[in-house]
T-cell receptor, first 112, second 115 residues
Framework: SQKIEQNSEALNIQEGKTATLTCNYTNYSPAYLQWYRQDPGRGPVFLLLIRENEKEKRKERLKVTFDTTLKQSLFHITASQPADSATYLCALGNTGFQKLVFGTGTRLLVSP | GAGVSQSPSNKVTEKGKDVELRCDPISGHTALYWYRQSLGQGLEFLIYFQGNSAPDKSGLPSDRFSAERTGGSVSTLTIQRTQQEDSAVYLC?????????????FGPGTRLTVT
């Protein structure tokens, strides 16, 4: 069955550094991959979508890559700030009316 | 504009009672999703509506769980004969249309505690 893996351990980095989060998947060939941010006590918030034929997508300080050969997506936050501290979820899905499947998320902690 | 709203925000119920959780999606969104999130865990998919139909209800954990959507808008998730393991945050999301291409907009969730 399809499996999505995100680092279960929190990622601790210093302010100003680049944070890199990983999303790996197996037994799956998704057409779309989305990244969400979730703060404690709140619902997830959409950040970026990347398609299978796109290698990279950027939005302000965020960058997402999608390597369908490695079955991996990397999510980068450059010049990280304490306000970036949150849990980041990746989600994958196919074309048509197929639902998104979410990973378990990685918690990011940015220290001043 | 108004986002996804859910009610109640918190619900404490006794084991064995029935509960109803409500979701008001963004106007015009045809797809609606229910998820469950236990403390420190990821999102567990429950059911997906496209319009008033549920093409995927594979995530409902047991026949004590049911959901409906009326008028292509409001959805209600009902849990009968609640058990302590049902305690979790129940999140609703809507999107412009069904499928993985469309971003999902989440509500704030209903925190259910079964005592």
């Amino acid at each position: 069955s399809q499996k999505i893996e995100q680092n279960s351990e929190a990622l601790n980095i210093q302010e100003g550094k680049t944070a890199t989060l990983t999303c790996n998947y197996t037994n799956y060939s998704p057409a779309y991959l989305q990244w969400y941010r979730q703060d404690p006590g709140r619902g997830p918030v959409f950040l970026l979508l990347i398609r299978e034929n796109e290698k990279e997508k950027r939005k302000e300080r965020l960058k997402v890559t999608f390597d369908t050969t490695l079955k991996q997506s990397l999510f980068h936050i450059t010049a990280s700030q304490p306000a970036d501290s949150a849990t980041y979820l990746c989600a994958l899905g196919n074309t048509g009316f197929q639902k998104l499947v979410f990973g378990t998320g990685t918690r990011l902690l940015v220290s001043p | 504009g108004a986002g996804v709203s859910q009610s109640p925000s918190n619900k404490v119920t006794e084991k064995g009672k029935d509960v109803e959780l409500r979701c008001d999606p963004i106007s015009g969104h045809t797809a609606l999703y229910w998820y469950r999130q236990s403390l420190g865990q990821g999102l567990e998919f429950l059911i997906y509506f496209q319009g008033n139909s549920a093409p995927d209800k594979s995530g409902l954990p047991s026949d004590r769980f049911s959901a409906e959507r009326t008028g292509g808008s409001v959805s209600t998730l009902t849990i009968q004969r609640t058990q302590q393991e049902d305690s979790a945050v129940y999140l609703c999301a809507s999107s412009f249309s069904g499928g993985a291409y469309y971003e999902q907009y989440f509500g704030p969730g209903t925190r259910l505690t079964v005592t």
